[in-house]
T-cell receptor, first 112, second 113 residues
Framework: NAGVTQTPKFRVLKTGQSMTLLCAQDMNHEYMYWYRQDPGMGLRLIHYSVGEGTTAKGEVPDGYNVSRLKKQNFLLGLESAAPSQTSVYFC???????????FGQGTRLTVV | GENVEQHPSTLSVQEGDSAVIKCTYSDSASNYFPWYKQELGKGPQLIIDIRSNVGEKKDQRIAVTLNKTAKHFSLHITETQPEDSAVYFCAALNSGGYQKVTFGIGTKLQVIP
């Protein structure tokens, strides 16, 4: 049972570089989310998707873009990385709005 | 918007003792309150949840209580074990679901053998 899988697990970027984080879920869930986790701030929503081909902004979307071309995949892009984007990123999915959300294992990103 | 406060930020208990983590919320429209456990190096995992039409829910050693009038809900872990050591997050959701979720900042629980 894979659940939600994130790639990569760790990454170090230089300021200005770009990268894409991949999230894949095998539960046929409609809803997918990208959160960032910073010390003392809990989880904050970056972007989300309510179905294939749809995306929307969350609480902290600046500097990030997303795409959901296939129902099972949700990609998070950083076009020009900044040190403020150093964080742990979590992808999650849920079948309905107010039910259990399943999280990936996280991606630790450091921007130097 | 919703504001969720979680206390304490750290908690140490002896193995076998009980642990209680409390959260308060501000939005009276919130109607779903999940609790997540995050072990070191892993993603959060749901351990128990409660909906606004229920006052208490139990699952073995874990229980959650909800007081809608006071707008607070609590996680109770009895007979704690070393494997309960982790960070616990509460959350409050309204009809907007995880698009509008507000998480607490987390409680680091340490169970001392």
């Amino acid at each position: 049972n894979a659940g939600v899988t994130q790639t990569p697990k760790f990454r170090v970027l230089k300021t200005g570089q770009s990268m894409t984080l991949l999230c894949a879920q095998d539960m046929n869930h409609e809803y997918m989310y990208w959160y960032r986790q910073d010390p003392g701030m809990g989880l904050r929503l970056i972007h989300y998707s309510v179905g294939e081909g749809t995306t929307a902004k969350g609480e902290v979307p600046d500097g990030y873009n997303v795409s959901r071309l296939k129902k099972q995949n949700f990609l998070l892009g950083l076009e020009s990385a900044a040190p403020s984007q150093t964080s742990v990123y979590f992808c999650a999915s849920s079948q309905e709005l107010n039910t259990e959300a399943f999280f990936g294992q996280g991606t630790r990103l450091t921007v130097v | 918007g919703e504001n969720v406060e979680q206390h304490p930020s750290t908690l140490s208990v002896q193995e076998g003792d009980s642990a209680v983590i409390k959260c308060t919320y501000s939005d009276s429209a919130s109607n779903y309150f999940p609790w997540y456990k995050q072990e070191l190096g892993k993603g959060p995992q749901l351990i128990i949840d409660i909906r606004s039409n229920v006052g208490e829910k139990k699952d073995q050693r874990i229980a959650v209580t909800l007081n809608k009038t006071a707008k607070h809900f609590s996680l109770h872990i009895t007979e704690t074990q070393p494997e309960d050591s982790a960070v616990y997050f509460c959350a409050a959701l309204n009809s907007g679901g995880y698009q509008k979720v507000t998480f607490g900042i987390g409680t680091k629980l340490q169970v001392i053998p």
